[in-house]
């Protein structure tokens, strides 16, 4: 039977640029749970100025009156460096 993977719906960010001029946009994802570890839980936090290798950075410019929306897929990739490839449960 071949795997499925299961559709991402959270956490979910959806950015929308409402102005008729490209907007620079950059997006900064911050863990709190890492492959099912707490890592910021107090009295630890997630300090984006202090990253500890999992903070991930992103910047692009978002065309007049585009949106975009990253899931909970999105954002593993942007972690894990690659899509998710399967089902695991």
Wanted: glycine share 6%; charged share 20%.
């Amino acid at each position: 039977m071949p795997t499925r993977r299961r559709a991402c719906t959270r956490p979910r960010s959806t950015i929308q640029n409402l102005n008729l001029e490209p907007a620079p946009v950059v997006k900064l994802v911050l863990p709190l749970i890492n492959s099912g570890a707490v890592v910021a839980r107090e009295p630890n936090v997630a300090d984006p100025f202090t990253p500890p290798g999992r903070t991930i950075e992103e910047a692009f410019k978002l065309p007049p009156l585009g949106a975009t929306t990253d899931d909970c897929c999105r954002i593993a990739e942007l972690l894990l460096g690659a899509p998710p490839s399967g089902d695991t449960g």
